[in-house]
């Protein structure tokens, strides 16, 4: 063969390439045909084995042809290779999901809404320097009365219908004992708070017999009664995060002197009156007032240097408020219809 | 405590006249908090005062009659048709219900023949206005009623008037009448008291016979006042009196009765009237019972007493017990003529014990219980009497027989204004804080900065410095007191964070959500687990006095409330269930049986339980069922939460009873087991209701060390190289059996180990399975080789051969 034709079949197999690929759509067959060409035994070197009989003036020309069509081999399969990649993404982008379809859930679970609300009582009073307290909820007839001045027989304690286990071993009735074992321990300057559960007997869709509350004893130099106030306004502020106010009702707690019922600006109608409130504009939350020097007696505290203050209120009643919640015993029944709300 | 509010205006002068609702507003604002406000005269409208000036038979019925009537004097008459029999004459005034009056149960009057004659409305009776049961006739007002010709009936009946509902705070006796109502009512408005008609002068006469009074232990009865009251006749109380009673709730029985009761709602003296005729010593003694003397008490109930009682006797024979209810023999009855009127006072604790022992808790127990002012007595005797004789014709036969020991005296208290104006947190003047007690009826000494301050007789609530300081920051108003935001010094030290919170901030967000149940159950419940007699927790504390059997002992286990909420949810539709609690549990300290008494409070070891039922929610329809291994899952997630990164071992376990034998595990942190988790038994569950398995997790998380805080680990630089081994194994070979040989050749590249497969296929050969276990070899330092990594896997793999009957697949 001569240089001529040589050229000439090298150019042919280029052309002759060309209509191998391009009807191919995988990459594993593109290189597969690419081989065959410019593969050991490819075509193309088939066409190189002539060139050693060529004479070698014709040589370089042929030799630059050879190099000509695998260049042009080379080109086509990257090119065909971009087209495919090409096409597949725009074949991806082709897709299309139902996008409405329902989410798979996702494991959710829920902090009970009292606990919420009493992790949530208990920053806000830790900002103002109180620390959590804690104490036994079955509890001696003498921390949850006597060192509160309630002595046996006081008519004080029909305000709170007590579980007894025995003749001195009771349900604490509020959480004011740990007022008592707090006091019993530490020196003043103390401010605590101590949520927990409490236990009346009391059934009704407000009352239950077993109830959260959350207390608060703060005993220092020279603490007031206006120092109550301004704790009560922050912390009803925080909670229902709103500028409210506190409204203190001369009451009567044995273990308080001066003693208030603590009523708050209602949150819902903010004042002007509604069916939550009653029509009053205030709704009750708790009791507070100036701990009494008898109780300081209890505990051995000096009630000339030392004054103090305390407050106690209903967790249940705080969500209720906040949260809607009609009937007490939602509370404690663990359906996961009420749990999974909050 | 009922008042009413006509008997509170009565009672004092008031600067200003205030409306009831300003009342109202007053008291509660003092710390007497109204606890609700009736409009008495709001059962019925449109009935007016209506003078009968002319009667005649109805022609048609014989029991009718035609009644004219005028509403004013000299205006023109309305013919009314009647079928009471007691119809007056003429110039008696009658309650005429016009039409389109409403009467009590929603009735409006209409005009409408009568035997053919229109009748326009109708003459009332009591019961048609729902002031009591009579029917015998219509209402016809007294000669001597002064109200105005056409003004409403409820001006006549008394009934224009509020009812309102104090709560008296329990140290305050001093206000279950209405005149120390009135008294804070004066406080808070500026006024003063107008003390009731007590002048007996009118009423005195009589045969002379004075009874003697013996107390025998003035602790006991400072004050005993008797007063001989004779020539009465019983009959009906009059309209005004009876009335009132009603509007407090006390339902009226003849005047002498409802005298005691008028008098102790006016003043807060409880009286008792004997009939004199059925007395015969002469002497009236109070003493303590005998120790099982009995009594017949004027409910005919016989009482067995103890010598904590008060007893008040004619001689030696007890005729009241005294302060809480009278004798039978010696009632008042419908023949009494001569009364032997009781004033007098008791020590409060007596009072109560003797109430509440015999549960006979009496509107006078309650008085007496909380304090009556010896002081009353006088007062409250002279007012009976002159009720009794003015209502009842008689006249008062002997003076006041008086045994009062010792005069009570109000101490006189030493108020630092310093003090108060310390503890008030507000900047009082002296003279806004003698205003204030004087106006609540306080005698004030001295001046300037320490005032000598009396209270009244009747606050014996009122004894030390900070009780005066109350009520003056009450009477000033607690609105004055300002707020402030103390600086709190910082507490030394801080509590750890709370395990109980990290458990069950973990937890939830793993997926489970937190209930809270009651810490006490029914005994039922508590034994639904099945525990054996030696665990302390089948011998739960028992409450006293539960208010239902489903409280009725202390729960030792979280779990069966929780199992029963799987019952709830499901009987209203929700058989998927994933709930977890952590709270207190409550043990006996040491050995014990429910019947032991209680000496000493409790173990309140916090635990956490959880239970999973049904499926977790998968897309569209799909979910996967809960297994055991979702509660060991959980289980682990609440151990790390307080623990930190522990190793937890798991053995399996037959002696939990409330599990299933062959589906349970306990975990053991340390060495110690700290709790279970498997399928619950299906009797136990079953106990509490479930039908579907139920899987659960039971923890003692006082058991665990709370974990300092989490240290980093370094992150490999370097990769690993994995090998697996897949065994031939019996059945019945535990994973952590081959955990535990992996673990033992201590082999420092071992850096992670997975059970990839747990297949178990009869083709394996009877009672065998295969295992594929892939470990991960790891060093800190630099990247392993091939050489390295096969030599350390083919020790595990020699040690496996050697230890365990096990075969390389
Ligand atoms: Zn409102």
């Known amino acids: 063969m001569s240089a001529n034709e040589l050229i000439a079949n090298l150019d042919k197999l280029g052309d002759e390439f060309l209509s191998v690929i391009q009807p191919l759509s995988d990459e594993q067959a593109i290189r597969a045909a690419q081989a065959q060409f410019l593969g050991k035994k490819g075509k ?28 042009t081999i080379e080109e086509q399969v990257c090119r065909r290779l971009g087209e495919l990649t090409a096409l597949a993404a725009k074949a991806d982008l082709a897709r299309v999901v139902d996008v409405t379809l329902p989410a798979r859930p996702v494991p959710q679970g829920h902090l009970h809404l009292l606990t919420q609300v009493r992790l949530e009582a208990v920053q806000i009073f830790s900002e103002l320097g109180f620390v959590v307290a804690d104490g036994p909820q079955i509890e001696t007839d003498w921390h949850t009365f006597e060192a509160l001045a309630i002595p046996k027989d006081h008519p004080a304690r029909d305000m709170q219908d007590t579980f007894y286990l025995s003749e001195e071993i009771v349900l604490r009735t509020h959480t004011s004992p740990v007022q008592v074992r707090t006091m019993l321990t530490q020196a003043p300057p103390i401010r605590i708070v101590a949520p927990g559960h409490v236990y009346r007997r009391d059934d009704d869709p407000t009352h239950s017999p077993m109830f959260t ?11 007031s009664f206006a120092d109550l106030k301004g704790v009560l306004i922050h912390f009803v502020s925080r909670f229902f995060q709103k500028e409210l ?78 949260h809607g919640v009609n009937d007490i015993k939602f509370y404690y029944e663990g359906d996961v219809r009420f749990l999974e709300q909050f | ?124 009776a009591e019961d048609e206005l729902g002031l009591g049961d009579d029917h015998g006739g219509i209402i016809v007002l007294p000669e001597d009623d002064r109200t105005a010709l056409g003004a409403k009936a409820q001006v006549a009946l008394g009934l224009d008037d509020w009812m309102l509902e104090v709560n008296a705070p329990a140290n305050r006796g001093d206000v279950l ?78 005047n002498l009765v409802d005298v005691t009761n008028y008098v102790m709602f006016e003043l807060g003296q409880p009286l008792h009237a004997f009939d004199a005729e059925t007395l015969s010593a002469g002497t009236v003694r109070i003493s303590h019972a005998a120790d099982g003397e009995k009594f017949t008490t004027l409910d005919k109930i016989h009482r067995t007493l103890i010598p904590g009682d008060l007893v008040i006797r004619d001689g030696e024979k007890g005729i009241a017990l005294a302060g809480v209810m009278g004798g039978l023999d010696t009632e008042v009855t419908d023949k009494t003529t001569r009364v032997l009127l009781e004033s007098a006072s008791f020590q ?38 002159r009720l009794m004789c003015q209502h009842g014709g008689g006249e008062i036969a002997s003076r006041l027989v008086d045994a009062y020991p010792q005069k009570r005296t109000s101490p006189t208290l030493t108020v630092r204004m310093a003090r108060v104006r310390m503890v008030g947190g507000v900047p009082l003047e002296t003279s806004t804080c003698r205003d204030a007690l004087e106006r609540l009826g306080f005698t004030v000494g001295g001046s300037g900065e320490v005032l000598d301050v009396t209270p009244p007789s009747a606050r014996a609530d009122v004894a030390r410095e900070v009780d005066v300081i109350e009520e003056i920051l009450r009477v000033v108003g607690y609105e004055q007191v300002p707020s402030s935001l103390p600086i709190l010094r910082q507490a030394p030290g801080n509590r750890p964070a709370d395990r109980a919170d990290v458990v069950r901030k973990a937890l939830a967000a793993a997926g489970l959500s937190e209930a809270i149940t009651y810490g006490f159950q029914s005994v039922e419940r508590n034994g639904a687990l099945g525990l054996p007699g030696s665990d302390r927790r089948s011998q739960p504390i028992a409450v006293r006095n539960p208010m239902s059997i489903d409280q009725a002992v202390m729960r030792t286990s979280l779990l069966p409330n929780l199992i029963a909420a799987v019952t709830r949810n499901a009987s209203h539709g929700r058989h998927d269930v994933a709930i977890c609690e952590v709270g207190s549990v409550f043990l006996r300290r040491g050995e014990g049986s429910v019947d032991r008494p209680l000496h000493e409070l409790a173990d309140e070891p916090t ?99 709370l974990m300092d805080p989490a240290q980093m680990r370094s992150i490999p630089r370097f990769p690993g190289s994995t090998r697996d081994v897949s065994l031939l194994l019996a059945a019945s070979m535990p994973a952590s059996r081959i955990e535990e040989v992996i673990a033992a050749v201590g082999e420092p590249l071992v850096n992670q180990v997975r059970l990839l497969e747990d297949y178990r296929d009869p083709k394996l050969g009877e009672g065998m399975k295969s295992m594929l276990w892939s470990i991960l070899y790891r060093s800190p330092e630099r990247t392993l080789t091939d050489v390295e990594v096969d030599k350390a896997h083919e020790a595990i793999v020699g040690r496996l051969m050697e230890n365990l009957p096990a075969q390389r697949r």
């Open chain 1, 245 to 322: 106010t506190v409204r203190l009702r001369p009451s009567y707690f044995p273990f308080v002197e001066p003693g208030a019922e603590v009523d708050m600006q209602c949150s819902f109608c903010g004042g002007s009156g509604c069916r939550l409130c009653k029509g009053t504009g205030w709704v009750e939350i708790g009791g507070a007032g100036v701990v009494d020097p008898d109780v300081f007696a209890h505990c051995k505290i000096d009630s000339e240097k030392y004054t103090g203050f305390a407050f106690g209120m209903g967790l249940e009643r705080m969500a209720m408020l906040r």
């Open chain 2, 607 to 705: 635990w956490c339980a959880g239970v999973l039922s049904g499926k977790r929610g998968g897309q569209l329809g799909a979910g996967t069922a809960w297994d055991a291994f979702d509660a060991k899952g959980y289980a682990q997630i609440a151990i790390r939460a307080v623990a930190g990164d522990v190793e937890i071992k798991t053995r399996a376990t037959q002696s939990v009873p409330c599990f299933h034998p062959g589906v349970a595990g306990e975990l053991v942190v340390g060495g110690h087991v700290v709790g279970w988790f498997g399928e619950v038994h299906p009797e136990v569950r079953r106990r509490l209701g479930v039908e579907a398995p139920v899987f659960a997790f039971d923890l003692d998380l006082t058991r665990l060390r």
């Open chain 2, 177 to 254: 009448g209405h005149l120390g109502v009135a008294r804070e009512l004066v406080a808070m408005l500026r006024g003063k008291i107008v003390l009731p008609d007590v002048d007996l002068s009118a009423f005195v006469g009589g045969d002379g016979a004075v009874p003697m009074v013996d107390i025998a232990n003035a602790a006991s009865c400072p004050r005993y006042t008797a007063r001989l009251i004779t020539k009465l006749q019983v009959r009906p109380s009059p309209q005004r009196i009876a009335q009132r009673l009603r509007g407090v709730g006390v339902r009226p029985i003849s």
């Open chain 1, 44 to 71: 193309v070197s088939e066409v190189m084995k002539e060139l050693s009989k060529l004479p070698p003036a014709d040589r370089p020309l042929v030799g630059a042809a050879v190099n000509k069509v695998k260049q």
């Open chain 2, 1 to 124: 405590m009922k008042v009413l509010w006509s008997w509170l205006l009565e009672l004092c002068d008031l600067d200003k006249q205030p409306t009831v609702e300003e009342g109202a507003k007053a008291l509660t604002r003092g710390g007497l908090e109204i606890e609700g406000m009736t409009d008495l005269g709001a059962g019925f409208s449109g009935v007016v005062v209506a003078e009968v000036v002319g009667r005649k038979p109805h022609p048609q019925a014989e029991k009718l009659t035609l009644v004219d009537v005028i509403t004013e004097k000299g205006g023109a008459a309305t013919q009314v048709v009647c079928g009471a029999p007691n119809v007056p004459d003429p110039g008696r005034k009658v309650l005429w219900a016009q039409i389109g009056a409403t009467l009590p149960g929603g009735m409006t009057l209409a005009a409408k023949p009568v035997k053919g004659i229109v009748s326009p409305g109708m003459l009332c």
């Open chain 1, 213 to 223: 509350q959350i207390e608060g004893l703060a005993v220092d130099e020279g603490l």
């Open chain 2, 348 to 385: 409060p604790l007596l009072i109560r014990r003797t109430a509440r022992r015999l549960g006979l808790h009496s509107e006078a127990s309650h008085r007496f219980e909380r304090g009556v002012d010896p002081e009353l007595a006088q007062l409250a005797s002279d007012r009976a009497a």
